[in-house]
């Protein structure tokens, strides 16, 4: 992951460009690269940290 100044790319999380003024996460999963402002990135990691909490205690992963 690498975090900066936004460079205009669309925020994966809120479809909004990611402007100069603001921080931009770049997350590469595999062959996926996204991009997210950095309040986004910290409600998309916080629900999928609670998603994968959940199905480890329901047993589903």
Same mark, same amino acid.
Request: glycine share 8%; with cysteine.
């Given at each position: 992951?690498?975090?900066? $100044?936004? !460079? ?15 921080? /931009?996460? /770049?997350?590469?999963?595999?062959? +996926?690269?996204?991009? +997210? $402002? ?10 999928? !940290? ?12």
């Amino acid at each position: 992951m690498w975090a900066g $100044h936004g !460079t205009g790319r669309i925020c994966i999380v809120c479809d909004a460009a990611i402007t100069a003024s603001d921080v /931009e996460h /770049e997350i590469i999963d595999g062959p +996926a690269t996204v991009w +997210a $402002h950095s309040a986004c990135y910290q409600i998309w990691l916080w629900e999928s !940290t609670a998603y994968e909490r959940a199905n480890v205690m329901d047993g589903t992963r």
